[in-house]
């Protein structure tokens, strides 16, 4: 089994068509004669990925053919996030804080000498300070002053073993100081062996692997291949 440092980045030739990337729960429902509804979870929810891509050049094509021999079957796992959640929902609003202009009619650049500020968003660097499981709720630090937490944005982090990742389920707004405290989110969170820990909030990932028998890479002469497959999370133990 590969280790979580050894997990495989997804292609950079993504063009996800159609993805559903859900949680899944295994759960235990049982009715009362009183008319009550007692629901236990049975084991650790675990999200699921099913994706499907639109049409590919054969180069494309050739890069996911490459990616699928390194995954070998599900012997390699990957870290997958949401084509569709990429970054926090307010993400591009948060603008680097600098003030560049130029008049495109006469500024020209040498591409061999031109550098540019790669700050792509002012959003600080937020890390993972506390973790209530029971709660279920996380705290953060380190975000700008204004950063915004919304409803659906994912998060995720390493502790060593595993790549934990939960989905927030409420809205918050960083402090003036950059400080988020008691972020409800789901599933129930698992704290890390020390803080702080750095959290992704950019293509927000946990470690995958994928069903085999899923893949699908059908060609044809009438149009480009377009790439499928499914996956499920795995969680080691610690």
């Not at 993400?91 to 560049?100: F, G, K, Y």
Request: net charge negative; hydrophobic share 40%.
């Amino acid at each position: 089994m590969s280790s979580l440092a050894a997990a495989i980045a997804l292609p950079d030739v993504l063009r996800a068509r159609e993805a559903s990337f859900e949680l899944s729960r295994a759960e235990s429902v049982n009715p009362a004669l009183g008319g009550t509804v007692d629901a236990f979870e049975r084991a650790t929810p675990r999200f699921t990925l099913e994706y499907q891509s639109g049409p590919l050049k054969p180069a494309e094509l050739q890069a996911w053919r490459a990616w699928f021999l390194k995954l070998r079957g599900g012997q390699n796992t990957f870290l997958a996030w949401d084509p569709w959640a990429e970054r926090p929902f307010d993400w591009p609003a948060s603008t680097d804080p600098d003030s560049v202009t130029a008049d495109s009619t006469v500024v020209t650049a040498d591409s061999t000498a031109h550098t540019a500020d790669e700050t792509k968003y002012g959003w600080g660097n937020p890390r993972l300070t506390a973790v209530d499981a029971s709660a279920r709720t996380i705290s953060l630090s380190d975000f700008a002053a204004g950063a915004t937490i919304k409803a659906g944005d994912p998060i995720s982090w390493d502790d060593g073993t595993n790549r934990r990742r939960v989905v927030a389920v409420a809205d918050a707004t960083a402090s003036a100081s950059g400080v988020i405290s008691g972020l409800a989110v789901e599933p129930a969170p698992v704290a890390p062996s020390s803080y702080p820990v750095r959290v992704d909030l950019y293509r927000a990932a946990c470690e995958m692997r994928v069903d085999p028998a899923s893949i699908r890479i059908p060609l044809n002469y009438r149009t480009n291949g377009q790439v499928s497959f499914a996956a499920y999370q795995i969680i080691r133990s610690v």
